[in-house]
């Protein structure tokens, strides 16, 4: 009987070394997966920012050419309203001029 109660106290110191081990490698595990995690996280959140600076670039460089365009087509019509504007000036002088001394 001494016997058995040895082997089942026996048994039982292994299977709580066997727990015990696999606490450690279950503790090990979870270490090493946060690890990963907060890695993949980082390498995610560089990549995006990558893309997103890479994205913001391409835009601000598109705004700056269409500011660009704008511009150019503004002064265009600024120079072209200002020609309008100093023959159709010049012409009324003119005819101001000439009514004034035909009279």
């Not at 709580?16 to 996280?41: D, W």
């Not at 995006?48 to 150019?72: F, V």
């Amino acid at each position: 009987m001494d016997s058995v109660i040895a082997r089942i106290v026996e048994l039982d110191q292994q299977a709580q070394s066997i727990k015990e081990k696999i606490n450690a490698i279950e503790n090990t595990n979870n270490e090493k997966l946060k690890k990963t995690l907060k890695e993949l996280e980082t390498q995610i959140i560089k990549e995006a920012k990558k893309i997103g600076d890479e994205k913001y670039q391409e835009l601000l460089n598109e705004g700056i050419h269409h500011k660009k365009r704008i511009s150019e087509e503004t002064s265009k019509e600024c120079d072209r309203l200002e020609k309008t504007f100093q023959n159709k000036y010049k012409n009324l002088t003119n005819d101001i001029f000439n009514n004034i001394f035909k009279v």
